[in-house]
């Protein structure tokens, strides 16, 4: 079997399945998009929903110094 034929079914083969993900992936995104496009949450439900939290550093430290930490001015 010659390499060219083999190598360009496989080029075909890769842009055919390359085509076929990204209409399956634009067809979920889209039916993700039209399930819940504008929700308003209650207030109960904006408390449970979060999934992260703020941190805010009480003490900072030069890196790369024995220096004891200082506290941080109120922002």
């Known amino acids: ?3 060219i034929p083999f190598f ?3 080029i075909l083969v890769a842009t055919i399945a ?3 993900l990204a209409i399956a992936s634009y067809l979920a995104y889209k039916a993700r998009e039209r399930r819940n496009p504008n929700r308003e949450f209650n207030e109960a439900e904006r ?3 979060v ?3 703020r ?3 009480t003490q ?3 890196t790369g110094t024995d220096d004891e930490p200082m506290e941080t001015p109120d922002i």
């Open 60 to 62: 900072i430290q030069a």
């Open 8 to 10: 360009s079914t496989v």
């Open 18 to 20: 390359s085509i076929i």
């Open 1 to 3: 079997m010659s390499l």
């Open 51 to 53: 999934f992260f939290h």
């Open 55 to 57: 941190y805010v550093p």
């Open 47 to 49: 408390r449970e929903a």
